[in-house]
Structure formats: structure tokens, C-alpha cells
């Protein structure tokens, strides 16, 4: 007879039961935790209770995606509203229309946009779109930038030391088994933050590529935002060689009211959105000039890139993220990032304080502990060694049983719902996860 260990708590329970149907028993590979992942009751505000009745401040807002926390009222309220008059219909909705005015108010960029579920798909369609406009099949990205899922903008995605190539050519590194060699031929992959090597490796492939895709501050890279001299470079490159400049401001669209394309002089050609956009609900979009998104007009005599979607505009994402959305007003964004500055100074002063072999990157609502003494400033340079990622494990869990929940990249995000108390909170908990680390 094979003993069972005993299951502790309902999470464990839960866990059980997951495994039988769920590979690894989760449907994200994010939500998995060791040994079980944390099953939520609910959620209100900044803080989420699990099934053990266990209170926790929420800094991961489901991966940056909850821009004022959980089940804010007003949101909730459009949204049941919507619920009330049904949730998905074959004809349009007046609040698509409105949310795509909202939107397009934001951004002088943002002439038409295209609503989808994810920010996955959103990166997608831009991709296609570019291809569909210029008739060129390849793509450059950034070396480490997660974009989603589609084969070509996840290429070199996870690329490891053993695999990455020379840092003047770095390799196109798949992230799936299978993943066709023509995908990995057609993405020309770049260093970030390096405008010189950066233009070097584009001028190889200079009549070939339909767009440059680049996040202002990509998150896997080592969240630090791009410099202006690399976006002005990708910008008259991609001018010079007729190619498109896309976006991917699926996350940090959140660091201004017009995303952070605002922080710079350079507009793009199209601009893929998600996460905080959908109010707490599936979405993404992509967004630019009348003459692009014009590949995606099914009147047009040519359509270039037929595009559909069962869900997409779907009248709850719709409510919901519109809600949310007018209100993450201009004071509402300084104030989200005046509380991420006081986290990153109080987190800096702890690890000067302590001596930690730790730094601090992140800009807007969104921050990043990493277990290096030196800032990265590249993919490469953020990668972590072992040591490192077992550090960043013990603070994680430290924070976690202190009542934190991060990111596990060691990312944090500052919502609506989040004020001083928390983050003094934080920083609090930060220097104790220090002190423990250097004991243990
Ligand atoms: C920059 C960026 N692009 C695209 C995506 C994909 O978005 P989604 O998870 O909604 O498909 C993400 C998700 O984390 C992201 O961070």
C-alpha cells in the first residue's frame, strides 16, 4: 500500500485534485508555487485571501494586468451592469466604440485600433499587420524581451549562455520544441540598449524585415527602460529601410497616460496593448495610424490582413476595461508611480544599509529586486546564476510568508488600490528578507 502524505491544507487538496487534469496541474506555468500553488477565496482592493483564510497585499495583480487592485466597485458595477444586458453578441456594442474613443484620446498615435483577448494576440496581429503592409515576412526583437506566445515574437525568449551566441549576433533560440527552423530564420534578434551592435545586425537584413519589435522597458530583459539614442536609432532605421516600428507596450502602457512611448520623441507605427486595458478581464489591441491599421478594413478593396476574433470587443472586457481605464486619469498614473519612486529609494537605502548584493530596476508602477550588485543593463547582464536565483528564492518566500505576493521574476507592480502604508510595508519586510538571507 503507498502511503499518501498528509494534506495539510485545502491548497494542498486542491493541488490534488488539479494534477489529475490539469498538466503539472495548472493552467499558467506562473500561478505554480512549491510545493502547491495558493488557491484564492477572494479579493478586494490590495489584498487577496486564499482558501486557508490567509491575507496577502497583492503586488502582482495578476501579472501587472488589475491597474486598481481587485473588484474596485466602479468596475465591478459596469461590469454587472454589462452581465445584466447579456455578455457576448455577433453584432457590435456602442461601449466598443467608446472604449476605442477612449483609448484613441489617450494617444495622438492611436488613430485606429483593433480590440483582441490577449496581449499575445495583440503582438500577433501588429506582427501580421506589418508584414501585411510592408510584404516583408521577417521580424527583428529584442534578445530576452517576452512578447507572448506567437512562434516569432517568443524567439530567444529563454536563451541561456550555452545556446545565446556572440553578442554582436545573437542567435534566434526557439522557446518550444517544434518550433519550425523557418520561424527561427525569420527573426533577427537584437541586443538591447545597443544602438551601434544593434544597427549592425539590422543592416544585414535591411530589405527583409517587416518591423522592429521592442518594449520600452522589457521586463525579462532586466526591466530598465530603453535608452532614447536606441529608440531614436530604431526609429530612422526602420524609416531609412521602410520597415515598422511596433510597440509591445503590453505592460508598461501603464507607466504614462499615453503609455510609455510618452517618455520619448519618437512615435511608433503601431503599438500592441493588453494587461491593465481589459479592467481584469482577458483582452489586448493594437493601435495606430489610420493608414496601417488600414491593412486590417475589411472594406477595403484589398484586404491585406483579414482579421477576426469570437471574443474580441466582447462587451464585458469592454465595460470593464473602459471603467477601468478612465479611471487611471493623469493623477492616478503620477500617483501609482510616485509610490513605486518610494519603494525603489526605501528598497535602495535598505540593501545600502544592509550591505545586500542586491539592486533595484523599474520605472512608472512596475519595479524589479535582482540579486546582483551591479545594475543589468541587458538580457545577458540580468540573466541570473544559480546562486542568485536561489537568493532571490529565499526572499521571494520570505516575502510571500510575510504577506507579500510578487512577481516571481522578482517584479512588483504598485496598483491604485496600493498606498504608503503598504509599501513602508514592503520595504520593512525587504530589509528583515535581507538580514535572514545574510544569516542563513
Ligand atoms: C510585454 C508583454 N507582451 C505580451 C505579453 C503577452 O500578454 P498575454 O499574457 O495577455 O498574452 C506579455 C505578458 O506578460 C507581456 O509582458
Not at 521571494?396 to 513602508?424: K, Q, R, Y
Request: aromatic residues 8%; contains cysteine.
Amino acid at each position: 500500500m503507498t502511503v499518501q502524505p498528509e494534506i495539510q491544507t485545502r491548497s494542498a487538496a486542491l493541488y490534488e485534485r488539479a494534477k489529475q487534469v490539469l498538466p503539472g496541474g495548472v493552467s499558467r506555468n506562473t500561478v505554480l508555487r512549491l510545493p502547491h500553488p495558493i488557491y484564492v477565496s477572494h479579493a478586494k482592493g490590495c489584498r487577496v485571501v486564499d482558501v486557508e483564510g490567509i491575507t496577502r497585499i497583492d503586488l502582482a495583480d495578476n501579472m501587472a494586468s488589475l491597474i486598481h487592485g481587485h473588484a474596485h466597485p466602479v468596475v465591478t458595477q459596469a461590469v454587472i451592469a454589462q452581465l445584466q444586458r447579456g455578455s457576448a453578441f455577433s453584432l457590435g456594442t456602442e461601449v466598443e466604440v467608446t472604449y476605442a474613443e477612449h483609448l484613441s484620446s489617450r494617444n495622438k498615435g492611436f488613430e485606429k485600433l483593433r480590440f483582441v483577448n490577449s496581449g499575445t494576440e495583440a503582438v500577433m496581429a501588429a506582427l501580421k499587420a506589418a508584414r501585411a503592409y510592408t510584404g516583408r515576412a521577417k521580424i527583428a526583437k529584442v534578445e530576452g524581451a517576452y512578447h507572448g506566445g506567437y512562434d516569432y515574437a517568443e524567439v530567444s525568449q529563454t536563451s541561456t549562455p550555452a545556446n545565446w551566441g556572440r553578442d554582436d549576433n545573437p542567435a534566434s533560440v526557439p522557446v518550444a520544441y517544434g518550433t519550425p527552423v523557418k520561424a527561427l530564420e525569420d527573426v533577427v534578434v537584437i541586443p538591447f540598449n545597443n544602438p551601434d551592435r544593434a544597427r549592425a545586425i539590422l543592416d544585414r537584413h535591411s530589405s527583409e524585415l517587416a518591423c522592429v519589435l521592442v518594449d520600452l522597458m522589457p521586463h525579462r530583459v532586466g526591466l530598465n527602460r530603453a535608452n532614447p539614442d536606441f529608440v531614436e536609432m530604431l526609429r530612422e532605421w526602420t524609416h531609412a529601410h521602410e520597415a515598422l516600428l511596433v510597440f509591445d507596450e503590453v505592460i508598461t502602457f501603464r507607466s504614462q497616460y499615453g503609455g510609455a512611448q510618452e517618455w520619448y520623441d519618437v512615435e511608433p507605427d503601431i503599438t500592441a496593448l493588453g494587461k491593465i486595458i481589459g479592467g481584469g478581464f482577458p483582452v489586448g489591441a493594437l493601435a495606430g495610424s489610420s493608414e496601417i491599421m488600414e491593412v486590417m478594413n475589411p472594406l477595403a478593396s484589398n484586404v491585406r490582413f483579414p482579421h477576426s476574433g469570437t471574443f474580441s470587443a466582447n462587451p464585458v472586457t469592454m465595460s470593464a476595461g473602459l471603467a477601468a481605464m478612465r479611471l487611471f486619469d493623469r493623477d492616478a498614473v503620477h500617483r501609482v508611480n510616485e509610490l513605486a519612486t518610494r519603494a525603489r529609494f526605501g528598497i535602495e537605502e535598505v540593501i545600502s544599509k544592509v550591505g545586500a548584493k542586491a539592486c533595484v530596476t523599474g520605472d512608472g508602477s512596475m519595479l524589479r529586486l535582482h540579486m546582483k550588485s551591479e545594475l543589468p543593463t541587458n538580457y545577458r547582464q540580468a540573466f541570473s546564476s544559480l546562486g542568485e536565483n536561489r537568493r532571490l528564492g529565499f526572499m521571494l518566500d520570505h516575502l510571500f510568508d510575510s504577506g507579500f505576493i510578487m512577481i516571481n521574476t522578482g517584479a512588483f507592480t504598485v496598483s491604485t488600490a496600493i498606498t504608503e502604508n503598504e509599501i513602508d510595508a514592503l520595504i520593512e519586510a525587504v530589509e528583515i528578507g535581507f538580514r535572514r538571507l545574510a544569516a542563513a
